[in-house]
């Protein structure tokens, strides 16, 4: 079992910044592939960000892409989404997501992930 704990979520300005924080209870994330989701009110779950074990790989849906960065620190156990030039539409839940799986591939599936976080909440003012 995989627990994760996000946070780091709070208010901001649109132009603004935040970093979101996934941390685990598990001794190690290696062999996790990682990624962050979101949920605006009235919305479906939606693909934000995905990165691999490694680090060496990440995938971004295209509203987020040159705004957002996903990275990790396996030592740490933590993964990270650094969130730059904020938009109003940046607002939502966010949900941290990990697929247990070393071999990297394109998951933006909430069914690929078998565990979450319990998410933070992001929002950006106008």
């Known amino acids: 079992q995989v627990q994760l704990v996000e946070s780091g979520g709070g208010l901001a300005q649109a132009g603004g910044s935040l970093r979101l924080s996934c941390a685990t209870s598990?001794?190690?994330?290696?062999?996790?592939?990682m990624a962050w989701f979101r949920q605006a009110p009235g919305k479906e779950r939606e693909f934000v960000a995905a990165?691999?074990?490694?680090?060496?790989?990440?995938d971004y849906v295209d509203s987020v892409k040159g705004r957002f960065t996903i990275s990790r620190d396996n030592s740490n156990n933590t993964v990270y989404l650094q969130m730059n030039s904020l938009k109003p539409e940046d607002t939502a839940v966010y949900y941290c997501?990990?697929?247990?799986?070393?071999?990297?591939?394109?998951?933006?599936?909430?069914?690929?992930?078998?565990?979450w976080g319990q998410g933070t909440q992001v929002t950006v003012s106008s």
């Open positions: 997501a990990a697929y247990a799986g070393s071999r990297w591939s394109v998951r933006r599936s909430q069914n690929d992930y078998a565990y």
């Open positions: 598990r001794r190690t994330l290696s062999n996790y592939q």
């Open positions: 990165i691999s074990w490694s680090g060496g790989n990440t």
